[in-house]
């Protein structure tokens, strides 16, 4: 029963339930953000966005599904969202200095500043080339495998946080691992 009035106090506004929310969940969207978008600016940005849809749809919240699967639903989205507006923008930069109005950017261009606080120094490299890697394969592999890999959630909770079932997000994991195992042997293939 305290997780139904924990949920009418949310639907009611109360700002002891808002604050309980973000005490409970700011540091795992947070960290959810941070594995698709691996940047500290990004990432803080793209978990207001996540609190501040929570808060405007929480009336709209059924319970179909546990409260934590649908905040990490709408955290995913909210990642896929910033990617594809980022990709849209590079695709428009690229156009325009076709032109001859603006600089190309280069494709690694997002990963020079990165800053993934759970990476050590002298792994850094390797880390932005396998965030690069990850970065290039097909948005649902992508999704499945930085759920699961990156921010280490079971199949279980991959499965309910996309609503596939968890022989698709196997499938999508062994796709994205062949995918990546390509990608990684022909960048140290050319980098020699």
């Known amino acids: 029963m305290a997780e139904?009035?924990?949920?009418?106090?949310?639907?009611?506004?109360?700002?002891?339930?808002?604050?309980?929310?973000?005490?409970?969940?700011?540091?795992?969207?947070?960290?959810?953000?941070i594995s698709f978008v691996p940047n500290k600016e990004d990432a803080e940005d793209i978990a207001q966005e996540v609190f501040v849809e929570v808060f405007n749809s929480i009336k709209k919240f059924k319970g179909d599904s546990k409260l934590s699967t649908w905040i990490y639903r709408i955290t995913t989205?909210?990642?896929?969202?910033?990617?594809?507006?980022?990709n849209t923008k590079k695709r428009f930069g690229f156009m325009q200095s076709?032109?001859?109005?603006?600089?190309?950017?280069?494709?690694?261009?997002?990963?020079?500043?990165?800053?993934?606080?759970?990476?050590v120094l002298e792994n850094k490299e390797t880390s932005q080339?396998?965030?690069h890697a990850i970065n290039q394969l097909p948005e649902a592999q992508k999704v499945v495998f930085t759920l699961n890999k990156v921010?280490?959630?079971?199949?279980?909770?991959?499965?309910?946080?996309?609503?596939k079932s968890i022989s698709s997000v196997e499938s999508l994991m062994f796709r994205a691992k062949k995918n990546l195992q390509k990608s990684l042997e022909s960048f140290y293939k050319n980098d020699n």
């Open 129 to 131: 080339i396998l965030f």
């Open 77 to 86: 989205n909210k990642c896929l969202e910033f990617i594809r507006k980022r």
């Open 4 to 33: 139904n009035d924990y949920l009418n106090d949310l639907r009611d506004g109360e700002s002891s339930a808002y604050s309980k929310l973000i005490d409970d969940f700011q540091q795992k969207v947070f960290a959810t953000c």
């Open 151 to 163: 921010d280490g959630k079971s199949y279980q909770e991959v499965s309910d946080i996309t609503e």
């Open 98 to 119: 076709l032109i001859g109005n603006e600089i190309p950017l280069d494709k690694t261009s997002y990963f020079t500043e990165f800053n993934h606080p759970g990476i």
